[in-house]
């Protein structure tokens, strides 16, 4: 064989395998591995007027252990004042500086300003806080004849409205 025909045979082939890899019909796109998601629906605020009949049922889910500890819900935005001199309070924030991390303590009202609380500090209803967490605090309650009364979690507020003080 005469090495022009070996060089054309060879042109023919890599012509072939090239025409086939550029005009070849794309290859199918594999299917999706999860559904296409829906647009999430808006809440709508409800109107001031509107009334909620409290029911037995509604009752006993809103005081179930779901919401914390039976019989109450734990996740109160404004803390009840202990005293009529002791306003509203509430945990409005956190921060860390140094590996510290601290909480805001906001009362209502501009009653009093703004404290900085840490691990071991008290909170005004006299519990002292145990643990802080990025989005709640966990506190040790008073109990009396100075025994350690039982643990509570406490949520932080991010999203509530304060007056600056």
Sequence with gaps: MRPSVI???WLALVAGL???MFFAPPPEPPPPLAAVREPVPTLVKPPPNLRI?????TSRLLNSSIWGAPGGRAAVPVAA???AAEPAWMVSGFYSVAGTRRVVLHYEGRAR?????AVGEELPDGSVIEQIDTDRLRVRTRAAAGKPGPLRWIPINRGAKVTDN
Excluded: I, K, N, Y
């Design 81 to 83: 004042p202990a005293s």
């Design 53 to 57: 009949e409290v029911t037995d049922l």
């Design 18 to 20: 090239l025409g086939a």
């Design 113 to 117: 300003p703004s404290r900085q609380l």
């Design 7 to 9: 060089w054309w045979c």
